[in-house]
Each structure stands twice: as C-alpha cells, then as structure tokens.
C-alpha cells in the first residue's frame, strides 16, 4: 500500500505541474505570438537587416508629400491621364503662360514643410522627386529627361533633403519608373499596346521609345541616390506595366534586382549602366544599394521590398496586428485629402480621423506615412496644417504610447481600442465607440506583476483591481479631457518580449522641438533628492550649461563658471543608470536617439526614455555618463568657447568626456 501511495503521491505531482504549467500557458495564450522577421533573399539581393529597418517601426508617424506639374491645375496627381491631357499640352502647366494652372512654385519653401511635420510630432518626410506624369523635381542629363532644372532653374530636391535633415528628421525620396510621357510604355513589345487614354496604337518604334523610358529611369534612379546625401527611404510606385498586371509582373522589363541580364531585349546604354566591383551590370535595386546601403525600400518596383505599405482605402485599419504571421515591417499610407496632389476646393480629413488612424496604426503595428499635398505655389493647404498641428500637441502628451513602440501584446477589438507595448509598459488606446469610464484587460498571466496604472495623457494615476483570471479593471478613466483617444499606461514589474516585437528605442519619445525664446525661469525642483551638482569638463574646464532654455529639443551647451541655476544638476539614481535633470528648467539631458558622433545632447521633458538614462562610469575621480540607448558619451569636444554645443561621442578615451562633479 505504502508503494501504492507512493506512486499514486508521484504521479498526482506530476499531473499537478503539468496541468499547472498549461494553466500559464493558457492564461498567457491570448499574447500575439509573433514570427521573427527573416530577411529573404530575392532577385539576388537580401531585404535589409531587422536593424535597419527598425528605425521605421520606432519612427511611427511621418509625412508623405506629392507635389509636382500636376498641383498646377489642381485635380490631383492623375489628372494628365484621366483627362487625357496631351503630354505636349501638360507641359504647358509648367510655364507662366498657363495663368491659374501655372504650377509656380513662388512660395516653396522645404523649411516650412520640416517644421510642421516636426510640430506634427512626426520622425519622417517623403517627397515626391517624378510621378507617372515624367516631370523631375531635379536636374537630368538624359536628353529626354523633363525637370524642375529646365523649367524653373531649380533643383527642389536638394532643398528639400536639407531643410529635413536639418531638422533632424529622416528623409525619404519617392520615384515612380511610370512615364506618361512614352507611348512605349502602353506597348514594350512594339507589337500589341494596350488601352490607354491618348490612344496610343501599335507600333513597332515603341520598343525602343520604352528602352529609352527605361534609360531614363536608370540616369535618374542613380542621380537620387548619390547626389544628396543619406537617404533613409525609397518609396518607389509603379513597376507594372501598361498598368496591367502587378508590379511584380513588370520586373522583366525594369530588372529591379540586383543585376541586369546581358539579353534583355531592353538594354540599358553605357552611359546610364552601373556595375560592381567584378563588372557585373547593376538592376536598379542593386545601383540603389550599392550607394545607400542603409536604405529601405518598397515593394512597388517589382523586387519584393524591405516593408509592406498598405495604401489608400479607408482611414481606418481593421483586422489582426500586422507582422505577427510574417515578421514583416508594414507602413500605412494614407493622404488628408481627396487626393494624393492638390484639388482645388477639396475636403480634408478632420482632427478625429487623423487621432483615429493613428491610434489604429500604431495598435496594428503600422507607422503611419499621412500624405499632404502643397498648392501650386508650394504652400501645404490651412485646413492641413491645423489639423497637424493639433495631432503634435496630443503627442507631445502621449508620445510615448505611439513612439518606439509595438501592437501587442492583445489583439485590439477594432473600432474600440487596442494596445501598444514598450518594455515594462503596456498602453491602451480607447476610441470614442467604446463607452464607459473602466475597462478590464484580457488576462495578463502569472508571470506578469501589474505595479501601477495611470493616464498617460497627464499622468496621473489610477485606481484598479487585478481579477482572478489575472486581469485587471481600471476605473476612473477620464474620457472628456481628449475623448478621440483616451490613453492608459500600465507599469510591468518587468519587461513583456516576443519575437521581433521588441523596440530598440533610438528614436526620441518626445515631440514637439520648435525653439523658444530663452526662458530664465527657474522651476523648483520636485525630485525627493534636493541636492544639485554642477559638472565641469576636465580638459576644457567649461560647464554643461542648460541655457535656461524651456523648450524640448533644444541643445545643451557648455559655458564657464556663471554660478546660475542653469549649470546646477540633479542626478536621480535608478538602479544601473542615472537621469540628470536641469534645476533651471526641470528639462532632462536627452541623447535624441542619435547615433553619429559629434551630434548634440538635447534636454527634453521626462519622458521614461532610454534616450534620457545614462549609465555613470567612474574615472578615477572623475565621471563619464553613457547613454543607454546609442551606447555613445558626452563629449565636450575640446572646445573653449562660450554657449558650445554639448555633443556625443563613441568612447575615445579623451579627456574631453571626462567630468568633475563639483
């Protein structure tokens, strides 16, 4: 009996664990299970690295422009070919003689567009260098190329790529390889051509008329990529041909690989070719990323791309979190008004719908791309640029619910709310069609300890109760301080990580960088340690200096002893790093996300970021601070002048990133 009991004693045991451990596994079963991204090979080249394409999934929001001949008369991007407008007459729409369609571009200014998409709270911008109508917002030397160089004398792109990058914003080019302009391209063969509004007819001479359209794409594609700098996003548009088929289905005509096929029966000409280093001839993928080779791209050229856009349609997104069953990174592309380029008199998506497409993006695991679309004269319509403006503010509250974040770790019930996760923090995102001031979340699993909950909107606090099921019921939401978006953070005892659902937190959680006017306000400090320090560099002897300076974004700098409350310092110890915070000014030293020696330290409001914790390594008796999130130091540079930036640095062993704490 003894023995019985015995066995009877270890198998119950044995059932119990099993039957406690599917207990876990089913009260954790309702986490999106994600499929880690592998990049794939196609067409002889490889996707790009779940690192370089990272940046696109933390970036989050980010503006899309189209603006071209066809702002001129204003009936959108397509007007040339829905109204079968003669290439010969379309041009026309770029000379002062075509009075009120006169694409004039008086009023451009790439400034402007920067700064409302940073006052936007957006981390990108994308502009439109040639649609299918075959006008270039850049100089060409093909000599069928048709340019801004030719028609205004200049080159907007350039412009353009500098007023964002100088903004410190991502900068990504649109190309599309369609040319209205060529009858070939409605006929490559020579030998059947396909519908077309300028009735085009069969004709052996469009074989060559598409070889030329092909060269053309080839001389430009190659100028985009190597004559403005870094660019970090090519959304090509448009690989199908006689817009029939896929895009994919017109690769044997583009060759969008990584190489060309020395019989294609559509050559490209010495002149517009590229090889590598063996001679091999370059396709266009292969030219792109042999001079950007950070560079993500789109499907649309006929080579299988770096994300998926899901373009157009409704603004709203349904269905389950996206990248779960494919690891792949997917964009949202969506424009404010009736069409893509500008239409006179047009409707523009109000406040609610922005806030909704958002939140439903980010909750998707979708950023959001917004299309704008400038007036002829260059200037982003009123009714878009409020509404912009109003969506910054919102973010400049709850950015850190949308930035560097992920959907999950529940499916969203769409039209209600769904979440976004970042480490330990988990965020609800409630819609207006939700009703009611509690919510209960789906079941959180035994291994997950809520700590606290709170309105990330103001962040203050609120009360729940954790249900058996090992959910929780928040109540006390507060959904008339912004009822389009009410948004809730939840506080893990310890980070939620699922396969290739993990941030890397580079890009800055905050928002809004306009500068301000100095402020000299000084702000008490709330920190329980009331103790302030002043840092000063060992090599130069200046010290870091907040200027007293209010605004977000804005430099921290170095200057000598002033004895003002703008070189006192408070370091707020937090396990393995420490915050450091203005007693001017309440501002934070911020990294910015930056990752390239010698860019500037910011300051910026708390924000819980990586950007803003520092791990403290002693030198003797001296300090270095390294930021968490880029892994670089504070480096005063050597520099000896008053009001000098305060930058970053990967370890150099300098003294210049060492500092006294006085």
């Known amino acids: 009996m003894k023995i019985l009991f015995k066995i009877f004693l270890f198998l119950g045991l044995i059932v119990t664990a099993l039957f406690g451990t599917l207990m876990i596994n089913a009260q954790n079963a309702n986490f999106v299970n994600f499929t880690p991204r592998t990049p794939q090979t196609d067409m002889g080249l490889i996707q790009q690295s779940n690192s ?5 999934q933390d970036a989050k929001f980010g503006m899309f422009i189209h603006w071209g001949v066809y702002s001129g008369p204003g009936q959108g991007e397509w007007y040339m070919h829905d109204s079968a407008v003669a290439p010969s007459n379309y041009a026309k729409f770029a000379q002062p003689s075509s009075g009120n369609n006169y694409f004039q571009a008086d009023q451009y200014d790439p400034n402007a567009w920067a700064q409302l998409a940073l006052d936007a709270g957006m981390k990108y911008v994308t502009l439109t260098t040639r649609h299918h109508d075959g006008y270039a917002l850049f100089p060409s030397q093909h000599p069928s190329a048709w340019t801004s160089m030719q028609t205004h004398g200049k080159d907007f792109i350039d412009s353009f790529v500098t007023a964002v990058r100088n903004k410190d914003l991502k900068v990504g080019l649109y ?10 391209y409605y006929d490559v063969y020579g030998t059947g051509c396909k ?5 085009y007819i069969t004709d052996i001479a469009h074989k060559e008329n598409a070889r030329i359209m092909k060269n053309l794409v080839y001389e430009q594609v190659k100028y985009i990529v190597t004559k403005y700098g870094r660019i970090d996003q090519l959304w090509w548009d ?14 044997f005509f583009w060759e969008p690989g990584q190489y060309r096929s020395s019989t294609n029966q559509w050559p490209v000409d010495s002149i517009y070719s590229d090889s590598d280093a063996s001679g091999q001839p370059l396709g266009l993928m292969g030219i792109v990323r042999k001079y950007q080779p950070n560079i993500i791209a789109t499907t649309r050229s006929g080579w299988m791309g770096d994300f998926i856009n899901e373009e157009g349609g409704s603004p709203t997104v349904t269905g389950p979190i996206r990248g779960a069953d494919n690891g792949q990174v997917y964009e949202r592309n969506v424009t404010m008004s009736n069409k893509w380029g500008y239409v006179n008199n047009s409707s523009y998506m109000d406040y609610r719908t922005v806030i909704r497409l958002l939140s439903d993006s980010v909750v998707h695991n979708m950023s959001l791309m917004l299309n704008v679309s400038p007036d002829r004269h260059g200037v982003i319509p009123i009714q878009e640029q409020d509404v912009l403006r109003r969506v910054g503010v919102f973010l400049s509250k709850v950015g850190e619910s949308v930035y560097n974040t992920r959907g999950g770790p529940w499916q969203p019930v769409d039209g209600q709310y769904g979440f976004t996760k970042n480490g330990n923090k988990i965020y609800i995102h409630i819609l207006p069609n939700y009703s ?10 035994n291994n997950n300890v809520v ?3 709170y309105n990330v909107y103001d962040k203050t606090s609120l009360s729940f109760v954790k249900n058996s099921d090992t959910s929780i019921t928040i109540s006390g939401l507060n ?7 009410t948004v809730v953070g939840i506080t893990l005892n310890e980070a939620i990580d699922t396969p290739n659902n993990t941030p890397t937190t580079t890009i800055p959680t905050n928002t809004l960088t306009t500068t301000i006017p100095t402020s000299t306000a000084t702000v008490p400090p709330t920190d329980q340690n009331n103790s302030y320090i002043k840092l000063c560099n060992i090599s ?26 703008n070189q006192q310092w408070t370091i707020i110890n937090s396990g393995n790093y420490v915050m450091i915070k203005n007693r001017a000014t309440g501002l934070y030293l911020d990294g910015m996300g930056r990752t390239s020696n010698g860019e500037v330290c910011g300051q910026w409001n708390e924000s819980g970021s990586a950007n803003q914790q520092w791990i403290k390594e002693m030198m003797g008796a001296n300090v270095r601070f390294k930021n968490r999130a880029t892994g670089l130091y504070l480096d005063g540079m050597g520099t000896t002048s008053n009001g000098s930036n305060l930058c970053q640095w990967e370890n150099s062993g300098s003294t210049n990133q060492q500092w006294q704490i006085q």
């Open 52 to 56: 370089n394409t990272a940046w696109l």
């Open 175 to 184: 190309y599309s390889p369609i040319n209205w302009q060529f009858p070939g």
């Open 195 to 199: 519908s077309n509004p300028w009735n």
């Open 238 to 251: 448009g690989g199908w041909i006689s817009e029939q088929g896929s895009d994919r289905d017109g690769a």
């Open 436 to 445: 009611g001031t509690t919510i209960t979340t789906p079941a959180f699993g």
């Open 451 to 453: 700590t606290g909950v």
């Open 479 to 485: 959904r008339t301080q912004h009822s389009d978006d």
């Open 540 to 565: 130069t002897g200046l010290y870091i200096d907040g200027m007293g300076s209010s605004s977000n974004g804005s430099a921290a700098c170095q200057w000598g002893n002033s004895n003002s409350n």
